[in-house]
């Protein structure tokens, strides 16, 4: 059988205040094209098919036609949701819609259940382990389990709660799926920071203070595990443990090459991983210089066609900058000035400036970057912020 791995779609996201729905289109179109042309048997959607627990309109429309063209081709479809995604407000209806062929799992609603999807060559164990939010588990969950993170002879429950994490209650939900394992193959698709993958600028951290992190290990004994939340496709330990990262940028971080993962397996669960990249999508790029290089239009032909990100390096004021540089660059999203200079005035800090008085800090900043020592009137504008700076903190 053929399996298609995907996660962290995003739908009804932005790219600054730029609106990806064309984009999103053009990638869900592209993607059922693919699907068909694979002659897939199943769909993963690894978690976050939204960006946010609400989302806009044309967002839960765009996922509802996407779900019937695939439904129409024949494949099903195996989802879940991930940290972005209200499981509540996307998984009312699981039960309706497995009889469609559409397996949405979301929140701790039958968390661990496995679901066997007899395929044209065999049965398949499914396990859909969504994103699990810690403080969000009943009282007994994920603290009573044997986790090193969650010691059993923690007795207080207050304590139990403080020490549950994102991994102590996934290893939950995994143990019991494992346990319900019979078909000899079996996929598990879940929604986790696994350790030692790397990450990228535009993932929402699972928890706070290091808990979001899950080992490999959790997800021992099954024969392909697909996962979501981290934005760059990779493998983890294994070329069996895998994120298939977003379909699209969504952060300048973002500049490597999209894809989406073809997994095909036997019925012994052996399996033969691929990727296909994305042939859609608009790409993300950082051009620096001062405006004059940048407003060439012989420089960054590529970038013209990119979200772009500019970081203008002239001395002094430069008024209108963003709407300059985008009759150049009309998909800009962010202009950074920072004059030469400026890198270095932000490294160490000059011996003895601590014990300085905040202006004439102030001043020696402005005379590092631009070379000379302010103007009146430019004085006169340093002095005002820092006394609204303080008037602020006295607040």
Same mark, same amino acid.
């Given at each position: 059988?053929?399996?298609?791995?995907?996660?962290?779609?995003?739908?009804?996201?932005?790219?600054?205040?730029?609106? @990806?729905? =064309?984009?999103?289109?053009?990638? $869900?179109?592209?993607? +059922?094209?693919? %699907? &068909?042309?694979?002659? !897939?048997?199943?769909?993963?959607?690894?978690?976050?098919?939204?960006?946010?627990?609400?989302?806009?309109?044309?967002?839960?429309?765009?996922?509802?036609?996407?779900?019937?063209?695939?439904?129409?081709?024949?494949?099903?479809?195996?989802?879940?949701?991930?940290?972005?995604?209200?499981?509540?407000?996307?998984?009312?209806?699981?039960?309706?819609?497995?009889?469609?062929?559409?397996?949405?799992?979301?929140?701790?609603?039958?968390?661990?259940?496995?679901?066997?999807?007899?395929?044209?060559?065999?049965?398949?164990?499914?396990?859909?382990?969504?994103?699990?939010?810690?403080?969000?588990?009943?009282?007994?969950?994920?603290?009573?389990?044997?986790?090193?993170?969650?010691?059993?002879?923690?007795?207080? @429950?207050? =304590?139990?709660?403080?020490?549950? $994490?994102?991994?102590? +209650?996934?290893? %939950? &939900?995994?143990?019991? !799926?494992?346990?319900?394992?019979?078909?000899?193959?079996?996929?598990?698709?879940?929604?986790?920071?696994?350790?030692?993958?790397?990450?990228?600028?535009?993932?929402?951290?699972?928890?706070?203070?290091?808990?979001?992190?899950?080992?490999?290990?959790?997800?021992?004994?099954?024969?392909?595990?697909?996962?979501?939340?981290?934005?760059?496709?990779?493998?983890?330990?294994?070329?069996?443990?895998?994120?298939?990262?977003?379909?699209?940028?969504?952060?300048?971080?973002?500049?490597?090459?999209?894809?989406?993962?073809?997994?095909?397996?036997?019925?012994?669960?052996?399996?033969?991983?691929?990727?296909?990249?994305?042939?859609?999508?608009?790409?993300?790029?950082?051009?620096?210089?001062?405006?004059?290089? @940048?407003?060439?239009?012989?420089?960054?032909?590529?970038?013209?066609?990119?979200?772009?990100? &500019?970081?203008?390096?002239?001395?002094?004021?430069?008024?209108?900058?963003?709407?300059?540089?985008?009759?150049?660059?009309?998909?800009?999203?962010?202009?950074?000035?920072?004059?030469?200079?400026?890198?270095?005035?932000?490294?160490?800090?000059?011996?003895?400036?601590?014990?300085?008085?905040?202006?004439?800090?102030?001043?020696?900043?402005?005379?590092?970057?631009?070379?000379?020592?302010?103007?009146?009137?430019?004085?006169?504008?340093?002095?005002?912020?820092?006394?609204?700076?303080?008037?602020?903190?006295?607040?």
């Amino acid at each position: 059988m053929r399996i298609i791995h995907t996660s962290d779609w995003h739908l009804g996201r932005n790219f600054g205040p730029l609106s @990806l729905y =064309e984009d999103q289109v053009e990638f $869900t179109n592209w993607f +059922v094209e693919l %699907v &068909a042309d694979q002659q !897939a048997d199943l769909v993963v959607i690894a978690g976050d098919l939204y960006d946010r627990a609400i989302p806009p309109v044309d967002a839960i429309d765009l996922f509802g036609r996407t779900v019937k063209r695939l439904l129409d081709l024949g494949v099903v479809i195996a989802a879940i949701t991930g940290n972005h995604d209200g499981p509540d407000r996307v998984v009312p209806y699981s039960d309706l819609l497995d009889q469609t062929g559409f397996y949405l799992r979301g929140g701790y609603h039958g968390v661990g259940e496995v679901i066997t999807h007899t395929f044209s060559d065999g049965p398949l164990d499914i396990a859909l382990l969504p994103y699990l939010d810690p403080h969000s588990a009943n009282d007994s969950y994920g603290v009573d389990e044997g986790s090193p993170d969650v010691p059993n002879e923690v007795d207080d @429950l207050v =304590e139990q709660r403080r020490r549950r $994490t994102h991994e102590s +209650v996934l290893r %939950v &939900a995994a143990n019991s !799926a494992r346990q319900q394992l019979r078909s000899g193959r079996s996929i598990a698709v879940a929604h986790a920071y696994v350790s030692g993958a790397t990450t990228s600028d535009s993932e929402r951290k699972l928890t706070i203070g290091g808990t979001d992190e899950v080992q490999a290990s959790v997800f021992e004994g099954f024969s392909y595990v697909a996962l979501g939340h981290l934005h760059r496709p990779q493998s983890v330990g294994s070329e069996t443990v895998r994120y298939s990262g977003t379909p699209l940028a969504y952060s300048f971080s973002e500049q490597h090459p999209k894809s989406v993962v073809v997994v095909d397996m036997d019925s012994n669960g052996t399996t033969e991983v691929s990727t296909v990249r994305v042939g859609v999508g608009r790409a993300v790029q950082t051009v620096t210089g001062k405006m004059t290089e @940048l407003l060439d239009p012989a420089s960054h032909r590529e970038a013209q066609r990119c979200f772009v990100r &500019a970081i203008v390096t002239d001395r002094g004021v430069v008024l209108n900058a963003k709407h300059q540089l985008a009759e150049l660059y009309p998909f800009v999203t962010e202009v950074q000035l920072m004059p030469d200079g400026m890198i270095q005035a932000l490294g160490a800090a000059p011996a003895g400036v601590r014990d300085l008085e905040p202006i004439d800090a102030a001043r020696q900043f402005w005379e590092e970057v631009e070379g000379s020592t302010p103007s009146e009137p430019e004085d006169a504008v340093l002095v005002d912020a820092l006394r609204r700076a303080n008037a602020r903190e006295a607040m």
